[in-house]
């Protein structure tokens, strides 16, 4: 896959998180297949404005510094339900079925 083909399947990947459901930086890699949540999160920062973003969170269910507030914000219109700042994914995380 080349990297214009990956980052379509990335932001296709972050469109199919139902509202109310998170997915870490990881599971998108390894929902498509390739790469790791370094090269998510790249791909996030730079082509990922236009989808669904906020859904996509760090391993440890804490958001990035730089978009924090306003990602708890949006998580929260989603429905997500927020402990001290952090999500829990065991009862959240997007469990997709290939």
């Keep these: 896959m080349d990297r214009e083909e990956y980052v379509e399947a990335v932001l296709q990947a972050v469109e199919?998180?139902?509202?109310g459901s998170v997915a870490t930086y990881g599971d998108i890699a390894e929902y498509v297949?390739?790469?790791?949540?370094?090269?998510v999160?790249?791909?996030m920062r730079e082509y990922?404005?236009?989808v669904t973003w906020w859904r996509v969170i760090r391993a440890s269910g804490v958001p990035a510094d730089e978009?924090?507030?306003?990602?708890?914000?949006?998580l929260?219109?989603?429905?997500?339900?927020?402990?001290n700042g952090r999500?829990?994914?065991?009862?959240t995380r997007w469990n997709p079925t290939h």
């Excluded at 199919?16 to 509202?19: A, F, Q």
């Excluded at 978009?67 to 949006?74: A, C, M, N, R």
């Excluded at 929260?76 to 402990?83: H, K």
């Excluded at 999500?87 to 009862?91: F, G, I, M, P, Y």
């Design 16 to 19: 199919s998180i139902p509202e």
């Design 33 to 39: 297949g390739q790469g790791g949540p370094r090269q």
């Design 41 to 43: 999160g790249a791909i």
């Design 48 to 50: 990922g404005a236009a």
């Design 67 to 74: 978009v924090g507030d306003e990602q708890l914000e949006l």
């Design 76 to 83: 929260r219109a989603d429905g997500v339900r927020i402990t």
């Design 87 to 91: 999500v829990n994914l065991r009862t």
